[in-house]
């Protein structure tokens, strides 16, 4: 055990770290999912939700499984085992998950690169066109193509190695994405549109649209509601239960202060989050008005906001082209840290080299992106799903994953450190070189008690039970 520890891979320090967990944690359901949450539930009353559990519930979590991570020295796949060898089998669902998920990323992050790509030639235009969208991915080669092109981005990332891969590249694509988001945010407070009907509307008025917390017919079904939607958005945003920040934290060095690095982790994804909330609400609202707000999932990024790019001339496509290169940053550095999940994983359990997992791995994720996009054509279907929602074969991967899978994994690995092995186990490991954990008290109520019971609710929720 001593000769793995001395030579695993490691980040360099604590920037390194936070920088590519913050990365994975950064994705796609920041963009877009994040915004149009906040929009449908309350504006204000949302964020003060959401911060509230990210500092609870979210908190919890992720000081758990990265602390797992660096205590057992273990990818996903086996980091369970070692802490108790009868747990083993939570260790396969934490590994099915990300390998789960990672082709159809790709896919998405495929289609993120064709929208780039098409502003980037000046063809921005063409994007507002009548299906563009849907004549792309139902089309036999380009969505494989695009995929492969970001897959292959992906892995050569991860084939690099922590420290000249994943650590260098988040320390040039974070910094990069925070600077575009940001500037995009501010941009969309001064747009301003007067449609057909002589009505004008601005960004500053989706902002407080945004921002406000809205109480209007609120009930306290309702306000549950919220509370469930907040709930479900923190622990796919924050990548809990996905393995990534069980394989982060296993090369994350022994003298690095746990809990500091995970609350800027937690700052950094929030504050992003936010950022793009204030990018798109007020963008989409002025050109849109509040009917637009209602746009939700791809349909957003991919038809509601190249329409808004296309009403701005020529300096909307310079828009566009900058929010594409973002949304590619944020699919980038969280698909990255999924690959990394599970090569970390078949390289602590069959001791395979870094260059055999990631060559492994990346083909047999390859194959199944191919089924992926093979399901928007050759193999097209629309299956109904339990928690009432419809889709293909990307939907059915990803309905199964972060409905069903993630949720159990959260449940028992709070059983497990809460319960079996005891909250002392994960906080020996944050206290390690005598720092003080100054939410213990909350951090053993919250493993204990409210995340299970939490995560129980969101696993009804996605079967359609309640």
């Known amino acids: 055990m001593e000769n793995e520890i001395k030579e695993r891979n490691s980040f360099t320090g604590s920037l390194g770290f936070v920088l590519a967990a913050a990365g994975s944690a950064v994705g796609l359901g920041n963009i877009w999912r994040f915004p149009y949450c906040a929009a449908k539930d309350g504006g204000g009353l949302f964020l003060f939700i959401y911060i509230l559990f990210a500092l609870t519930f979210g908190f919890a979590l992720l000081i758990t499984e990265v602390a797992l991570g660096r205590k057992t020295q273990q990818g996903p ?25 990672y082709p159809y990323y790709c896919v998405i992050g495929g289609w993120v690169i064709k929208y780039m790509c098409t502003y980037i030639i000046g063809k921005g235009s063409i994007a507002v066109q009548n299906d563009f969208f849907n004549t792309f991915i139902s089309g036999n080669w380009q969505p494989l193509i695009f995929t492969f092109i970001f897959a292959g981005a992906c892995f050569y990332i991860v084939f690099k190695g922590i420290e000249d891969g994943i650590e260098k590249y988040s320390k040039i694509l974070m910094p990069v994405l925070t600077v575009i988001v940001v500037f995009i945010s501010f941009y969309a407070l001064f747009l301003k549109f007067t449609d ?26 309702a306000f549950l509601h919220i509370c469930l939607d907040a709930i479900g958005q923190l622990f796919y945003s924050l990548s809990i239960a996905m393995g990534i920040m069980i394989a982060y934290g296993s090369y994350m060095k022994k003298d690095v202060n746990l809990e500091k690095s995970v609350n800027q982790i937690i700052a950094c994804d929030t504050g992003i989050a936010i950022f793009a909330g204030l990018m798109i609400i007020p963008t989409v609202y002025v050109f849109s008005g509040t009917e637009g707000l ?88 629309d299956l109904k799903l339990p928690n009432g929602s419809s889709g293909q074969i990307l939907d059915v991967l990803d309905y199964v994953s972060m ?39 909350l951090y053993i109520i919250m493993i204990k008690f409210v995340a299970p019971a939490l995560l129980f609710v969101i696993l009804l929720t996605g079967l359609g039970i309640i």
Do not use: H
Request: glycine share 8%.
């Open 77 to 101: 796949l086996t980091a369970y085992k070692v802490l108790n060898p009868k747990w083993k089998w939570l260790g396969i669902f934490s590994f099915a998950v990300p390998f789960i998920i």
């Open 196 to 221: 057909s009907d002589g009505v004008t509307r601005t960004g500053l008025e989706g902002a407080r649209i945004y921002l406000i917390p809205n109480f209007k017919g609120l009930t306290f079904r």
């Open 294 to 381: 209602n746009t939700a999932g791809t349909s957003l990024i991919f038809v509601a906001l190249p329409k808004i790019f296309a009403s701005l001339g020529i300096f909307g496509f310079i828009l566009g082209a900058l929010f594409f290169i973002m949304v590619l940053f944020a699919a980038l550095t969280s698909a990255v840290s999924i690959m990394e999940a599970i090569t970390t994983s078949v390289i602590d359990k069959f001791g395979w080299s870094r260059k055999k997992s990631v060559v492994i791995l990346g083909i047999a994720t390859f194959i199944i992106s191919i089924v992926v996009c093979l399901g928007f054509n050759v193999w097209k279907f």
């Open 403 to 441: 409905n069903v899978l993630m949720p159990i994994i959260g449940i028992f690995t709070c059983i497990l450190t809460g319960w079996v092995c005891k909250p002392e186990s994960m906080i020996e490991e944050i206290t390690l070189n005598g720092e003080k954990f100054r939410r213990r008290k």
